[in-house]
């Protein structure tokens, strides 16, 4: 609330590189692990979530996503953990705008539209998630 609305959009912008940068399966793999399932779109939320938690948090989980066993506690679900795009509300009360008026906010970093991710795949199955992440798996699982 204390930027103006040129530096909200230059932060949106920075935040959507870092939410671009986590476009992996090996992190993909956590939020399915954490969500019991995570879509597109629960991925965007998990990874607008995961910026929002800070650079230590941000570079630990892109190096080794299991360290996200320190993070969420229990049985989280990642509609609890979104996060998604601060910045474009914050932007709309600075100027007195309303919900209706979102499609104004100048943002252009998308969603990372017709890419996959570059590193290999994960499986959806429960014994490759309980292998690749276990520190993750006995949060959530056990």
Same mark, same amino acid.
């Given at each position: 609330?204390?930027?103006?609305?040129?530096?909200?959009?230059?932060?949106?912008?920075?935040?959507?590189?870092?939410?671009?940068?986590?476009?992996?399966?090996? *992190?993909?793999?956590?939020?399915?692990?954490?969500?019991?399932?995570?879509?597109?779109?629960?991925?965007?939320?998990?990874?607008?979530?995961?910026?929002?938690?800070?650079?230590?948090?941000?570079?630990?989980?892109?190096?080794?996503?299991?360290?996200?066993?320190?993070?969420?506690?229990?049985?989280?679900? *990642?509609?609890?953990?979104?996060?998604?795009?601060?910045?474009?509300?914050?932007?709309?009360?600075?100027?007195?705008?309303?919900?209706?008026?979102?499609?104004?906010?100048?943002?252009?970093?998308?969603?990372?539209?017709?890419?996959?991710?570059?590193?290999?795949?994960? *499986?959806?199955?429960?014994?490759?998630?309980?292998?690749?992440?276990?520190?993750?798996?006995?949060?959530?699982?056990?």
């Amino acid at each position: 609330m204390k930027l103006d609305p040129d530096q909200i959009v230059s932060f949106n912008e920075w935040f959507g590189r870092f939410v671009r940068e986590a476009f992996l399966y090996r *992190l993909w793999g956590a939020a399915w692990l954490i969500g019991d399932g995570c879509s597109d779109d629960g991925f965007w939320d998990f990874r607008c979530w995961l910026v929002a938690r800070g650079e230590h948090t941000y570079r630990r989980a892109l190096d080794d996503p299991d360290s996200l066993s320190e993070v969420v506690t229990g049985k989280a679900r *990642l509609s609890a953990l979104s996060f998604s795009n601060p910045a474009m509300f914050v932007w709309a009360e600075k100027l007195g705008k309303n919900e209706s008026d979102l499609d104004e906010f100048p943002q252009s970093w998308g969603s990372n539209p017709g890419e996959t991710p570059s590193d290999e795949p994960f *499986l959806e199955d429960g014994g490759y998630l309980r292998e690749r992440y276990p520190k993750l798996w006995k949060v959530v699982k056990e």
